[in-house]
T-cell receptor, first 116, second 114 residues
Framework: DAGVIQSPRHEVTEMGQEVTLRCKPISGHNSLFWYRQTMMRGLELLIY????????DSGMPEDRFSAKMPNASFSTLKIQPSEPRDSAVYFCASSLPLAGNYNEQFFGPGTRLTVL | AQSVTQLDSQVPVFEEAPVELRCNYSSSVSVYLFWYVQYPNQGLQLLLKYLSGSTLVESINGFEAEFNKSQTSFHLRKPSVHISDTAEYFC????????????FGQGTRLTINP
């Protein structure tokens, strides 16, 4: 299995531009998570989906951020307009359907975003 | 809500020395506990987990962690570290029912010196 795939791995953009991060979960996984990692705030959950439906988006910082999961094999995280404080590493993770109340989350390699 | 505190942001040790990475959590409900490892320029990988049963859990590469409910701690230990253990380690919790949200600590950077 290829694992969770994220693209691009690195993104450098200018303030005000739209940024789209992409994630392909592991085949058969029905839960997908978007995390953000910064020096100041550490690793925090932004949003997660079960069966393509957003379950908890309380971590999405503001209206500039949006996430979609149009099908079981693809998700996007969009920032419009981007700001320098959005610079971070964004991780996507996926897991199998809940069994016994727990399933391991498998993380992708992350996208390092720099907003100038 | 849950929170996790990792007391040390950086821990330097010599190769073959023992190490302990400290983790304390706060939660009003029962939780599962995890340690994740992040090698340079990679995503996080699950190192070990406590779900129920024995409070001492072990990983395949010699790490162990003990769940202490009274002290709300889940410290990670290894009796003898190797250069390849150099990484950042994250403690995380998740409530036992329903929501799959993981709450992470700030991370501890473990540096192994020869």
């Amino acid at each position: 299995d290829a694992g969770v795939i994220q693209s691009p791995r690195h993104e450098v953009t200018e303030m005000g531009q739209e940024v789209t991060l992409r994630c392909k979960p592991i085949s058969g996984h029905n839960s997908l998570f978007w995390y953000r990692q910064t020096m100041m705030r550490g690793l925090e959950l932004l949003i997660y989906f079960n069966n393509n439906v957003p379950i908890d988006d309380s971590g999405m910082p503001e209206d500039r951020f949006s996430a979609k999961m149009p099908n079981a094999s693809f998700s996007t995280l969009k920032i419009q307009p981007s700001e320098p404080r959005d610079s971070a590493v964004y991780f996507c993770a996926s897991s199998l359907p809940l069994a016994g109340n727990y399933n391991e989350q498998f993380f992708g390699p992350g996208t390092r975003l720099t907003v100038l | 809500a849950q929170s996790v505190t990792q007391l040390d942001s950086q821990v330097p040790v010599f190769e073959e020395a023992p190490v302990e990475l400290r983790c304390n959590y706060s939660s009003s409900v029962s939780v599962y506990l995890f340690w994740y490892v992040q090698y340079p320029n990679q995503g996080l990988q699950l190192l070990l987990k406590y779900l129920s049963g024995s409070t001492l859990v072990e990983s395949i590469n010699g790490f162990e962690a003990e769940f202490n409910k009274s002290q709300t701690s889940f410290h990670l230990r290894k009796p003898s570290v190797h250069i390849s253990d150099t990484a950042e380690y994250f403690c995380a919790v998740r409530r036992t029912g329903g929501a799959q949200k993981l709450v992470f600590g700030q991370g501890t950077r473990l540096t192994i010196n020869p």
